[in-house]
């Protein structure tokens, strides 16, 4: 786990990696186990279908808010706020810490004292980064699988897969941005600040967009919008929406090992 | 027992001398550094030779690290550059650091990692297949390298980062204040690895607050103060220019302004209240008889340290010019 940047990045990734999948499969878990009781109670369903398009607006996944079916519950259950909170909350630290907390913790000189680019350096973070989510997104998957089997679940695999896919690029293209933050500040609480921020207005924007008329256009920018607009759940990933996810996650990846090149390092 | 490979070299203004210019291992060449509100460095310029120990003098927050980050690439000059090994450090930055050993003046490691886990990763990173020399100087260092870190005194963490700007041999070494922290014993230990890393052939750049620190490593010092480049010389040119500062506190009257005048390598340095405070260079013995003839209270004496030592110079040089 010593051999190179990004092992020994993945090294340290270990005990955080732990807890984020305990939580990830808790999540699943909960919610898995209670679908049995919402499916078989009617009332509930007819009672979500009065909400407010506002509060629908929120809680839907890509297509219509359904209660009853598998792919209806687990995407507004987890998909439309839960998944992509953790797997981002994830992937924004780990992009933040990459560069920014290695240069915060002053380690980074000691890596640089060794003849490895920064560049190069960089680029192991991001893998590591991509290794991390990627498998992040593999805990998601098996948990939703053996849940959903636990509790008969009318949910394809490939389908569960697409979404989580989904999210997993969304969380990649915000860590990416991170890290390319990160590596061009060295500050680590700015960089999670910002790029939360930026997560938070584009939810915002992609939630809203079918009910004002202005972010109607506007959510073609927003990578939540990308994120469910194919309903992963109910028809797959389609190239129109996890293209982008996946472009910008490689532009912001790609940028940041020139971000770091640039700079004086280790200047408070 | 300390090898000097250059004949002493006094002249102030940095010894650079053409024809060692050509074969020098680092040259610092009209070297700017200003950033924020920190001060940096301005138009430094100086050489160290292949196989010297170069000791690089300042107080506190003179530009020292600053030079150093310099010259390891890990920050960018404004103007001028460093050039070692032959080439700009910024254009040949990766070769620079496979042959440099480097310890921090504000050394950090990795707090979870024990010091053989911090070898195992950076002979990785350095494309070593093994451990290099780090078993034998944690030996010599008397460091245990199965503790982590975080369990490690301050001591020993220095002696981590020691450990870890020489395991692999390099040519040439730079370090920050690397005796901060050791005991004396330790520091010995320490010198001795420099002086065989120094007879294995390599070249040493070493920054220190106290000259009394360097004077026993170093062939030639360099000076910094304010940013800028105050002296280079030998550490043998230096020693003739030192001097002890007396301190004679009087219980009577005060000897007359010109008591002390015209008695050899007697300066009289300052006088507050009952106190005179003299430089001597050379025997004491006129002194103590100049003295002899007032009301002596109390009589103290030491070592100049860097800071009186240069003070004077950098005063003798403003009365030359």
């Known amino acids: 786990m010593l051999r190179n940047v990004a092992a020994k990045t993945l090294r340290d990734l270990r005990r955080g990696f732990l807890w984020w999948s305990v939580g990830l499969a808790g999540m699943v878990a909960l919610m898995v186990a209670v679908y049995p009781t919402v499916r078989d109670n009617p009332a509930l369903n007819r009672f979500v279908e009065q909400y407010p398009d506002t509060l629908k607006a929120f809680i839907g996944f890509g297509g219509e808010v359904d209660y009853t079916s598998a792919a209806g519950y687990l995407g507004s259950e987890l998909f439309s706020f839960m998944v992509p909170l953790l797997l981002l909350l994830a992937a924004i630290g780990a992009g933040a810490r990459a560069v920014a907390g290695e240069e915060e913790a002053g380690t980074l000189e000691l890596l640089l004292s060794c003849p490895v680019s920064r560049r190069r350096l960089v680029l192991e973070k991001l893998a590591a980064l991509v290794v ?30 697409a979404a989580t896919t989904s999210a997993v690029l969304l969380a990649l293209a915000y ?28 939810f915002l924007v992609a939630s809203l967009a079918p009910l004002v008329s202005v972010l109607d256009v506007a959510k073609e920018v927003s990578p939540f919008y990308h994120y469910s607009a194919s309903d992963p759940l109910r028809h797959g990933l389609s190239a129109v929406h ?24 280790g200047v408070g | 027992m300390r090898p000097i490979r250059r004949p002493p070299d006094s002249s102030v203004d940095g010894g650079r001398d ?18 924020g509100r920190a001060r940096g460095v301005v138009d430094l310029s100086f050489d160290v030779q292949p196989g010297e120990v170069f000791g690089f003098l300042g107080p506190n927050g003179a530009g020292k690290t600053t030079t150093i980050r310099l010259l390891l690439d890990l920050i960018r000059p404004t103007a001028g550059r460093v050039v070692a090994f032959g080439s700009d450090v910024r254009r040949s930055s990766r070769e620079v650091r496979a042959r440099t050993g480097y310890l921090s003046g504000d050394l950090r490691l990795y707090e979870r990692l024990t010091p053989r886990e911090h070898l195992r990763y950076l002979a990785a990173l350095r494309g070593l297949p093994d451990l290099g020399d780090g078993e034998a100087i944690a030996t010599r260092l008397e460091l245990e390298l199965d503790r982590p870190v975080r369990a490690l005194s301050r001591g020993n963490r220095q002696k981590v980062g020691i450990l870890l700007a020489l395991f692999h041999r390099p040519e040439l070494l730079v370090l920050d204040e690397p005796t901060a922290g050791l005991d004396p014993l330790m520091q010995q230990a320490f010198y001795a690895l420099l002086r065989e890393r120094v007879a294995d052939g390599g070249t040493v750049f070493l920054s220190s607050h106290v000259l009394a620190e360097v004077q026993h490593v170093a062939d030639r010092v360099a000076a910094i103060r304010e940013g800028r480049l105050e002296l280079v010389d030998t550490v043998e040119a230096l020693r003739s220019r030192a001097f002890t500062r007396v301190e004679a506190t009087f219980t ?29 260079s050379g025997p004491a013995d006129p002194l103590v008889k100049a003295l002899a003839r007032y009301e002596v209270l109390t009589l103290d004496s030491h070592e100049a340290d860097l800071e009186d030592v240069f003070l004077d110079l950098y005063r003798s040089d403003g009365d030359a010019a």
């Open chain 2, 252 to 280: 009577g009257a005060l000897p007359p302004g010109h008591a002390f005048d015209g008695l050899s390598g007697v300066r009289e340095l300052e006088r507050r209240n009952s106190t005179v405070v003299l430089a001597l």
């Open chain 2, 18 to 35: 053409p024809c060692h210019m050509a074969d020098a291992l680092v040259s610092v060449e009209r070297l700017t550094k200003t950033y």
């Open chain 1, 132 to 161: 991390e989510t990627t498998a992040l997104g593999a805990v998601l998957v098996v948990s939703l699988w053996v849940g959903a089997r636990a509790v008969s679940m009318q949910v394809s695999l490939a389908h569960l897969a």
């Open chain 1, 175 to 202: 860590g990416a941005i991170a890290l390319l933050l990160g590596a061009a500040t060295g500050r680590r609480a700015l960089t999670v600040a910002v790029v939360a921020a930026l997560a938070v207005a584009a």
């Open chain 1, 242 to 265: 996890a293209l982008p996810l996946l472009a910008l996650a490689a532009v912001a990846g790609l940028l940041a090992p020139f971000a770091l090149e640039r700079r004086d390092v």
